[in-house]
C-alpha cells in the first residue's frame, strides 16, 4: 500500500487488543495502521489472534474493507525476461542482466520468491535463472517468479580437478602450526596455510562438552577460475546419537591436511557434503617468522607498588596467574604460580619481546620456573614475579610463553585507572569461598569473589565484614583490573499496603492481605513486630478488614502495622 514508513513511525504505540502482547514486536507498528485504516479491527471479544490462519471469509472481509486504498501494480511494473546474476542478503539487493543490461535492484524484506510450484527466498536462485520482478511505485522489488530455471551449458560446468593430499597427525605438526591451531581450535573455523612450500587446511569444529565429535577433510580439488585457481575442501562431521557411550571431556575436534603448493591460488573454500559453503580463506603464509625485538624491563619490588597494584598482587598470587596491567603509562606483568609448600619453588620473567604482527604489536614475556624434585613440606609460599616496561602504542595483547616458547597464557592489557562498577541484589553467600552472587537489574547476575583487602559497608557501618553481608541486601562493588576494592551493602526495605483479608493462627502463622485486585498470603514469624494503634501487639489481634502497612527488609517480613 505503500504506507510501510507510516507503519514504522508506529512501533512503540500500545495496541488495545487484549492479546496485543502475542504480536511480535517489529509488526506493532504493522498492526497499529491496518486496525487505524478499518482494514483489520479484531472480533468482537476485542482479539486480533496474531498466530490464527485468515480464513476465506475473513480475506474476503479484508480485501473488501482495503478497496480503494491502494492499487495492485500493473504490468508497467513487471519485468519481465531478467536475468538472474548474483544477490546481496545482507542489504537487500538482487542483480540481473536486461537485455544485456547488469541492473541492481533493491528488494523488500522477506520477499517471496515463486519457484517450482513452491514460495523460496532469494538465496535459492541460482545464476542464470530467467526471472520476472515485480515491483512497487519506489521500484522496489516485491515478488519474483522464477519463468525459467538456469540452463547450464555442459562446457561451461566447472573442471574439478582432484588434488593429491594426505592427513597430517598431531605430532607431526610444525610448531608454528601447533600454535595457529591452539589459538583457533575452540570454536568452529576453518584457515589454509602456506609453510615450507606445502598448503595446509585446518578445520576446526570448536569446544565440544564430550567425546564421539569428530571432523575430516575428505576430498581436495581445485577449479579453474580464470588465470587462477580455487582450491575446494569438502568437510564432513559426526556427532554421537542420544545415548551413546562417549567420553565424559571436553573436546576439540579439528583435522588437519596438507598437499604440495602450486602457483596462482586465488582462495580456498572450505564445502560441507551437500556443496554448501562453509568459509572461503586467503592462504595465510608461515615461512616468515614475526619479527622480534628485545624489549628493556625492570624487575619490581612488592614494596615499590601503588596500593592499587599491592591489590592485584595480593589476590593474584593465591592461584596461578598471568596478567597484564597498565597503571599511570607504565605496563607491570605479573606471574604467579599460586600456593606451594616449599620456598624452592621459584618462577621468573625473564625475556621480554615485542613481536610485529602487521600493524599491532604482541608482548612475548619469556617465564621460567623451578620446581623442585621433591615435595618436602616446608612453609607455605605464593612464589610470583613483577616486571614493568614503558607502554608503547599499538600493543595487541600478551602472550606468556615458558622457555621452549609454549604458550602458558594469553591476555589483554587491563587499565588500572578504570573502575568497573556493579549494582544489584545479593542473591548468594558462600562464606567458604568469600564469594557472592549480584542479581543486576537486567536479570543477569555475577559472581564476586571478596578479597580480605576490600573496604566493606554495611548500612553505613565503615567497619563491617563478610559475615554482614545478607541476602536481599542492595549492593554496589566496584572492581579495578580483577579485584573487588570496595562493596557498599545496605537493607532493601519496601512497604505493602492492602486490606486484611484472612488470618491462619496454627504451627505457622499467616496473613492474606488484598493489594490492589490482587489477595497475597505472607508468614508471620515469631520475630515480626505487630504495632496496632503505636502498640505492639500480636498477630491474634488483628481483624479482618484493618488497613495494614507490612514493612520487608531484604525480602523478609519484619513488621506489621495498623494504624
Do not use: C, W
Amino acid at each position: 500500500m505503500g504506507e510501510t514508513k507510516e507503519a514504522l513511525k508506529h512501533m512503540d504505540k500500545d495496541l488495545s487488543f487484549k492479546d496485543s502482547n502475542a504480536i511480535p514486536d517489529k509488526s506493532v507498528g504493522y498492526v497499529y495502521l491496518v486496525n487505524d485504516l478499518k482494514i483489520m479491527i479484531g472480533n468482537d471479544n476485542n482479539l486480533f489472534k496474531p498466530n490464527d490462519p485468515v480464513t476465506r471469509a475473513e480475506m474476503a472481509v479484508l480485501l473488501d474493507r482495503a478497496e480503494g486504498k491502494f492499487d495492485l501494480p500493473d504490468t508497467d511494473n513487471r519485468k519481465n525476461s531478467t536475468v538472474f546474476v548474483s544477490a546481496d542478503v545482507d542489504d537487500n539487493e538482487i542483480t540481473v542482466k536486461v537485455k544485456g543490461v547488469t541492473v541492481t535492484y533493491d528488494v523488500i524484506e522477506d520477499t517471496h520468491v515463486y519457484k517450482n510450484g513452491s514460495f523460496e527466498t532469494i538465496e535459492d536462485l541460482v545464476k542464470g535463472d530467467v526471472l520476472q520482478l515485480t515491483l512497487n511505485n519506489d521500484k522496489d522489488v516485491i515478488f519474483i517468479e522464477v519463468i525459467k530455471e538456469s540452463e547450464e551449458d555442459e562446457d561451461e560446468k566447472e573442471e574439478e580437478i582432484a588434488v593429491s593430499f594426505r592427513t597430517v597427525s598431531d605430532s607431526s605438526l610444525p610448531k608454528v602450526l601447533k600454535d595457529e591451531i591452539s589459538d583457533m581450535k575452540s570454536k568452529e573455523s576453518y584457515a589454509a596455510f602456506e609453510y615450507d612450500n606445502y598448503i595446509y587446511l585446518v578445520a576446526a569444529m570448536g569446544k565440544q562438552n564430550t567425546g564421539g565429535y569428530s571432523i575430516a577433510i575428505e576430498k581436495v580439488y581445485k577449479v579453474e577460475d580464470g588465470d587462477e585457481y580455487i582450491v575446494k575442501a569438502v568437510v564432513g562431521t559426526k556427532k554421537p546419537s542420544s545415548g551413546s557411550n562417549v567420553t565424559q571431556a571436553i573436546t576439540y575436534p579439528y583435522s588437519v591436511v596438507k598437499f604440495k603448493s602450486f602457483d596462482d591460488i586465488e582462495e580456498v573454500v572450505f564445502l560441507d557434503k551437500d556443496d554448501d559453503e562453509l568459509d572461503n580463506v586467503d592462504i595465510e603464509e608461515l615461512d616468515k617468522a614475526p619479527e622480534e625485538t628485545k624489549v628493556s624491563f625492570a624487575e619490581v619490588d612488592y614494596d615499590d607498588l601503588s596500593a592499587i597494584l599491592k591489590d592485584q598482587v595480593d589476590y593474584l598470587k593465591l592461584n596461578e596467574n598471568f596478567k597484564a596491567y597498565e597503571y599511570d603509562n607504565i605496563i607491570y606483568l605479573i606471574a604467579t604460580m599460586g600456593k606451594k609448600n616449599s620456598d624452592s619453588y621459584k618462577i621468573s620473567i625473564e625475556d621480554v619481546y615485542k613481536v610485529e604482527n602487521r600493524d599491532k604489536y604482541t608482548i612475548k614475556a619469556v617465564v621460567d620456573t623451578t620446581v623442585p624434585s621433591s615435595s618436602r613440606s616446608g612453609d607455605t609460599v605464593y612464589p610470583y614475579s613483577i616486571i614493568r616496561l614503558r607502554n608503547f602504542d599499538g600493543i595487541d595483547g600478551v602472550r606468556f610463553v615458558d622457555e621452549d616458547n609454549n604458550k602458558l597464557s594469553e591476555t589483554k592489557i587491563v587499565e588500572l585507572d578504570e573502575v568497573v562498577t556493579v549494582e544489584g541484589i545479593i542473591s548468594t553467600i558462600n562464606s567458604g569461598s568469600k564469594t557472592i552472587k549480584v542479581k543486576k537489574a537486567n536479570g543477569t547476575a555475577v559472581t564476586l569473589k571478596i578479597p580480605s583487602s576490600a573496604d566493606i559497608t554495611v548500612n553505613d557501618d565503615d567497619d563491617a565484614s563478610f559475615s554482614d553481608f545478607e541476602v536481599g541486601m542492595k549492593a554496589k562493588v566496584e572492581i579495578v583490573g580483577d579485584i573487588v576494592t570496595e562493596i557498599i551493602a545496605e537493607d532493601d526495605e519496601t512497604e505493602v499496603i492492602g486490606t486484611l483479608t484472612g488470618i491462619s493462627i496454627s504451627t505457622l502463622k499467616k496473613i492474606t492481605l488484598k493489594v490492589d485486585k490482587t489477595t497475597k498470603t505472607y508468614t508471620v514469624d515469631s520475630d515480626v513486630k505487630v504495632i496496632i494503634d503505636g502498640k505492639t501487639e500480636r498477630v491474634e489481634d488483628l481483624r479482618v478488614d484493618d488497613e495494614l502497612t507490612l514493612k520487608f527488609a531484604n525480602g523478609l517480613l519484619v513488621e506489621i502495622e495498623k494504624e
